[in-house]
């Protein structure tokens, strides 16, 4: 279910990001092109998903914005390092919109502030570059059982747990054991 309001203001934004900045900016201004052109307003559950790119400030504000959590499942991280941002409705058939934030030409020792200022009153096609993208969204989130790790004791999710000598390990757990980094 879509929430009715679509009225979320720079200053919820900012309060809960708890300071202004050029990233809180970035993915302010990404939500809102993404909520203009896909038609959102706020989502209530997995009905819309972001793709993020980042773990940068900007995501803070598509959280507000957009409704999309870690905690719902419909906000997904790929650790990229770019300022890309898709968006995939699941309430309805259609592309689902890329977003690339693209770097501005801003003079030279504008304070934060000023910065700040510039890239609100940017038009949105110098900031941000937006296609569609034919591929379906991600599957919604799996809610898994439970399992005790052998060595630490704590719950972890079934499917995050390894094998290894005979007993379940958690993943932290495993690599103490394995020195595996991966996975």
């Keep these: 279910m879509i929430s009715q309001s679509n009225d979320v203001s720079w200053g919820a934004v900012a309060s809960f990001h708890g300071h202004v900045c050029p990233g809180l900016v970035t993915g302010y201004r990404v939500a809102v092109a993404a909520r203009d052109r896909l038609g959102l307003t706020r989502s209530e559950d997995e009905e819309l998903v972001a793709i993020v790119e980042n773990n940068s400030c900007a995501v803070d504000a598509i959280q507000v914005v957009l409704g999309c959590t870690f905690g719902k499942g419909n906000l997904l991280f790929k650790d990229h390092g770019k300022h890309v941002y898709t968006f995939h409705r699941r309430d309805r058939n259609g592309p689902a919109i890329r ?9 030279e020792g504008l304070s934060r502030e000023e910065r700040v200022r510039a890239m609100l009153d940017a038009p949105e096609d110098q900031m941000l570059s937006i296609t569609e993208v034919d591929a379906p969204p991600p599957a919604p989130a799996r ?3 439970s399992r005790t790790c052998a060595r ?5 999710m079934e499917s995050r747990l390894r094998l290894h000598q005979g007993e379940l390990l958690c993943l932290p757990c495993w690599r103490a054991e394995t020195g595996e980094t991966s996975r």
Aim: hydrophobic share 35%.
């Design 143 to 145: 809610i898994e059982p």
């Design 152 to 156: 630490c004791g704590e719950e972890a």
């Design 99 to 107: 977003i690339r934030v693209r770097r501005l030409d801003l003079p």
